[in-house]
C-alpha cells in the first residue's frame, strides 16, 4: 500500500516480521564479524593462488565459538548438574528422616515454662522437665500455649482493671525428647 507522498506504509505485523528477520537471520544465525575496514588504507601483496592439494578434501573450518547471551546460559545449564546436589528418591528421603528420628520421640503433655531472667518464657527449661518426666534426658519444645490467668478482683463489677491483675502464662505441650 502507498500513501501519497510515494512512501510504502509499513503495518506494525510488518514491521515486527522485518526486524525479526534482521535479528535472526537465514538459519537462525548471527552476522559474521569481521575486522572493520581500514580508512583509506588497504595493502596489496602478492596474490597467489592456494597450491593444488593432492589429498583428499579437508573439512570445512571448525566454527567460531560464539559469545553471546544465549550461548553464555547454554554454558550455565551444562554446568548445573555438577551445582546442583543430586535428586534423592522419595524412599531414600524416608530413611535418611527414620534415621534423624529414631533416637528421639515426641511427648505430649503440660509443663508451664517459667520466667527467665528478661522476662520471657523459658519453653526449654519446661521442655526438658516434661521430657524427663516421661524418662528421658531431654528435650525441645514443638508445640507451645498461652493462657491468661486473672486474680479475681477483675470479676468484681465496676472495678476496673489494673495491669497487674493478669498475666499471661505459656506452656508447652509437646516436645521432642532424646535420651
Known sequence: MMVRSGNPVLRPGTLIFAVLSLLLG?????????APPALGLQEQGPQTAPP???????SPP???????LINEMGKLFDKLPS?????????????DLSRL????AMVS?????PASSNGAPDCKQAADQLCQSKG???????????AEKCSAKVLIPGRQRKPDDCRTDTFVTSALCQN
Open 26 to 34: 537465514a538459519g537462525g544465525t548471527g552476522w559474521p564479524q569481521s
Open 52 to 58: 593444488p592439494s593432492t589429498s583428499a578434501p579437508s
Open 62 to 68: 571448525a566454527r567460531e565459538e560464539n559469545p553471546g
Open 83 to 95: 551445582i546442583l546436589p543430586p535428586i534423592k528418591s522419595p524412599s531414600e528421603t524416608m530413611n
Open 101 to 104: 528420628a529414631t533416637p528421639s
Open 109 to 113: 503433655g503440660r509443663m508451664a515454662c
Open 136 to 146: 528421658y534426658k531431654e528435650g525441645k519444645s514443638l508445640n507451645a500455649d498461652s
